[in-house]
């Protein structure tokens, strides 16, 4: 039997699209393109989310706003939708196509949901029409007035959906898939997005942050940014005045803060909106993270994260409970500090690779053994 090559078992491994390496920059960029990014599922009862918004799941009620803000209040150029759902929408959700907040620059007009939809409230303005495209099931009537907005989906329609167009295209296994290009938008997502917040807490700290009484020291800082690291302790003080902090930060200045512990609640206060598109929280260690108001863009990608007040600025979360909205700017400071993929396999790549490198030698060994007929 002939025997691959160790260089042609390493390239066929490193070449496959299943091993495509995590990219922290790709994941800043969709931090600065998305207001809001849920792994799994997105919970709503009303409130909004300004700009656009990718989720896993939606389970919404009392009308949820999506795409009520404006590009001028600061989101970079996307080809994302307003919304996004890998899965199913429940519940009833209200898409601002063309809405503009008082002021010119449209977020979007389309959302797309891979799974089924229960209800959608088209709130559409300056003649600006709105579309919803669904893989599955539209589950309940809803009003679509077909003269300003447009619905296509993939499955089965509920009665009194006048206006709706079936396209078995959009449907699984179809020539357009939703669900599948959701998925696998997600799936990329959430590599990078994790990528990136493992990036963020490696990077060399100029200090401890065990009091916000005292403003951070810039002086170490270097390429545009700093990077602190936060106590619990910190920021669990109910005396906390985070604004505090932030009195000395250079103009242009990116701030970093990698925020320790696993169970977290916000009891200070943080209320200055001059930090919402340039200082980037960052809990990589968090698994739960309950917010009061807060101010700049929060990384939790491991984390059932919930909020009572308005978030200014981009969210990641695994889960996340909008009990308070969403407000643009995204993030919108410096990329120095996440340079563009160096080629160095992840570690799934190493591992399916070394264990190709031992099946190999196991063949080898193998053949070496094997009696010789005299």
Same mark, same amino acid.
């Given at each position: %039997? ?18 495509? %390496? ?79 907040? #008082?002021?010119? #620059? ?79 938008? %997600? ?6 997005? %994790? ?162 490198? #031992?099946?190999? #030698? ?13």
């Amino acid at each position: %039997m002939r025997l691959l090559s160790v260089a042609a078992i390493a390239a066929v491994l490193v070449a496959s699209p299943a091993l495509a %390496m995590p990219d922290p920059a790709a994941g800043l960029q969709a931090m600065r393109e998305l207001n809001l990014v849920v792994f799994d599922t997105l919970t709503t009862n009303g409130q909004e989310v300004e700009g656009r918004s990718f989720v896993g799941q939606l389970a919404a009620s009392n009308f949820t706003n999506f795409g009520i803000g404006n590009a001028s209040q600061g989101a970079a150029s996307s080809s994302f939708d307003v919304l996004s759902v890998v899965g199913n929408a429940s519940g009833a959700f209200r898409l601002k196509a063309g809405y503009q907040n #008082g002021a010119s #620059g449209i977020v979007g007009t389309t959302a797309s949901v891979g799974g089924n939809v229960h209800s959608v409230d088209f709130n559409t303005t300056g003649g600006v029409h709105g579309t919803l495209l669904a893989g599955g099931n539209l589950t309940s009537s809803f009003n679509i007035n077909s003269n300003s907005n447009s619905v296509r989906y993939g499955g089965t329609a509920a009665s009194g959906l006048n206006g709706a167009v079936k396209d078995t295209s959009l449907s699984p296994g179809g020539a357009n898939d939703i669900a599948a290009g959701l998925q696998n938008q %997600m799936h990329t997502l959430q590599a990078n997005l %994790m990528a990136l917040s493992s990036q963020l807490a490696t990077l060399p700290s100029l200090g401890a942050i065990t009091s916000t009484a005292n403003a951070l020291d810039y002086s170490g800082a270097q390429n545009g940014y700093a990077v602190f690291t936060m106590t619990e302790a910190a920021f669990e003080n109910q005396n906390a005045n985070f604004d505090l902090l932030f009195n000395g930060m250079p103009s242009g200045m990116t701030t970093i803060i990698n925020v320790l512990g696993t169970n977290l609640v916000e009891q200070g206060n943080l209320n200055s909106k001059l930090l919402n598109q340039s200082v980037l929280w960052n809990f990589n260690q968090a698994e739960s993270l309950s917010l009061k108001g807060f101010h700049g863009s929060i990384l939790a990608p491991n984390a059932d994260v919930s909020n009572s007040s308005a978030l200014e600025g981009s969210i990641v979360a695994r889960n996340f409970t909008l009990n308070g909205e969403i407000h643009l700017g995204t993030y919108n400071g410096t990329s120095s500090f996440s340079p563009p993929p160096s080629g160095v396999p992840e570690p799934a790549s190493w591992a399916m690779l070394l264990f190709g490198f #031992g099946t190999l #030698g196991a063949l080898l060994r193998r053949r070496r053994e094997t009696p010789v007929a005299a």
